[in-house]
């Protein structure tokens, strides 16, 4: 799964990116406003971490920016102004929820995952399908049961085809879920990477919609 994350401080931000990315995330870190809106404009994210004090282009003109195109890309504001009105403003402004610095990397990424999971509407946190099971937060899936080993490439893959039940996702979406700028994308990586989830969850539950990309269906009795 892809996030912007939009923090001038180089410390800072590296250390979130290095957190995030250990969680399982796909990182793009823009240092200032203007450059995170290029990157909203031509890339597609699942969430952005916004902090509000930035150069040129604040993170409040930012959101409001956002907000004024109608986008309803989750929002988690990082501010060091503690003071109830800065907080009420950054909320009133769109965001959907905020962190006050210095904060925890784990409450970072429990705060991202509620989020993620309210925006994709579902109340319970974790996604089932058949026999299958996939934890977001704990980073499990199970199948009859069993917890399935999957690499955190092979666990995103199936995660955003589980999210998008119903729908193919292109080879080219998946490379940027598993990507981000400056990584290099492996040729065939996406084939490998459904190969080897199709050995180790069975080949029918991912299927190929040659020339398009890849599919999960939807369930056809949703309950
Ligand atoms: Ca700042």
Redesign the pocket.
């Known amino acids: 799964m892809r996030l912007l994350l939009v923090?001038?401080?180089t410390l800072l931000g590296d250390g979130v990116r290095a957190g995030l990315r250990q969680a399982g995330y796909t990182v793009d870190w823009c240092k200032e406003g203007r450059a995170a809106q290029r990157a909203l404009e031509s890339e597609s994210y699942a969430l952005m971490v916004l902090?509000l004090?930035?150069p040129q282009l604040s993170g409040l003109d930012l959101l409001a920016w956002l907000r004024q195109k109608g986008e309803s890309l989750p929002v988690l504001i990082l501010t060091a102004r503690d003071t109830v009105a800065d907080r009420v403003k950054g909320l009133d402004s769109g965001a959907d929820d905020y962190l006050i610095k210095p904060f925890d990397l784990e409450e970072l990424t429990a705060r991202i995952r509620a989020l993620l999971r309210r925006h994709g509407g579902r109340a319970a946190p974790l996604i089932s399908r058949d026999k299958l099971t996939l934890d977001p937060a704990a980073h499990v899936v199970t199948l009859d049961n069993q917890p399935v080993d999957l690499a955190p490439r092979e666990f995103a893959i199936l995660q955003a085809l589980l999210e998008n039940a119903g729908r193919v996702l292109s080879r080219e979406r998946l490379e940027q879920i598993l990507y981000g700028w400056g990584e290099e994308v492996e040729s065939n990586a996406v084939e490998v990477h459904i190969h080897h989830l199709r050995r180790k969850l069975g080949a029918t539950l991912i299927r190929t919609i040659r020339g398009v990309g890849y599919v999960i269906e939807k369930p056809e009795n949703p309950s």
């Open positions: 923090e001038d401080d902090d004090g930035l």
